[in-house]
T-cell receptor, first 116, second 111 residues
Framework: DAGITQSPRYKITETGRQVTLMCHQT?????MFWYRQDLGHGLRLIYY???????DKGEVPDGYVVSRSKTENFPLTLESATRSQTSVYFC???????????????FGAGSRLTVL | KQEVTQIPAALSVPEGENLVLNCSFT??????LQWFRQDPGKGLTSLLL?????REQTSGRLNASLDKSSGRSTLYIAASQPGDSATYLC??????????FGTGTRLKVLA
């Protein structure tokens, strides 16, 4: 199916464990993003990527690691999960190679992570 | 620092009413503004994207306007239906591939 898919959709883990959230898009979009959504804070950018092997920090990157070896995949890893990382995580992508501003940001369905 | 505000935070209207959702931003230097819909437990669905050079965009019963000089955008929903009930978010794209999101307006359309 075309689109952007996230897995797992739901995950419960314990403090200190490593967790990886997967994101896969089928459009060959250049840009990919990871956000977290929390009550009272809205959507906050964790990391983004402009192309394969190019990543950069967003607003709240501490405790997270990303990689992008292939254009279509952008996994997010919590190296040692903490309770404060309990959240809903959204992956997003957009196409375009320039700053035309005409490119829609498209989201996955989200991954709900609970850290006990 | 760019800030995006959406007022009201929640809104209830009877079915059939025309309504306007508001989005304000503090810095007019934006590339575009996008409106999203989010249903409970779901991801964000893009509704309309307005480029900085445009004044409005329309899709079906939805019309979004943009006034960069005043830092405002509105989303107009005509003839509202219960299926329109959701949270509506706006987001501005700044010059560094970053999007600043509002905290949303939670809309409930009563049958």
């Amino acid at each position: 199916d075309a689109g952007i898919t996230q897995s797992p959709r739901y995950k419960i883990t314990e403090t200190g464990r490593q967790v990886t959230l997967m994101c896969h898009q089928t459009w060959s979009h250049s840009y990919m993003f990871w956000y977290r959504q929390d009550l009272g804070h809205g959507l906050r950018l964790i990391y983004y990527s402009a192309a394969a092997d190019i990543t950069d920090k967003g607003e709240v990157p501490d405790g997270y690691v990303v990689s992008r070896s292939k254009t279509e995949n952008f996994p997010l890893t919590l190296e040692s999960a903490t309770r404060s990382q309990t959240s809903v995580y959204f992956c997003a992508s957009r196409g375009g190679t320039g700053r035309s501003g005409a490119n829609v940001l498209t989201f996955g369905a989200g991954s709900r992570l609970t850290v006990l | 620092k760019q800030e995006v505000t959406q007022i009201p935070a929640a809104l209830s209207v009877p079915e059939g009413e025309n309504l306007v959702l508001n989005c304000s931003f503090t810095d007019s230097a934006i590339y575009n503004l996008q409106w999203f819909r989010q249903d409970p437990g779901k991801g964000l669905t893009s509704l309309l994207l307005i480029q900085s050079s445009q004044r409005e965009q329309t899709s079906g019963r939805l019309n979004a306007s943009l006034d960069k000089s005043s830092g405002r955008s509105t989303l107009y929903i005509a003839a509202s239906q219960p299926g329109d009930s959701a949270t509506y978010l706006c987001a501005v794209e700044t010059g560094t591939y970053k999007y600043i999101f509002g905290t949303g307006t939670r809309l409930k359309v009563l049958a």
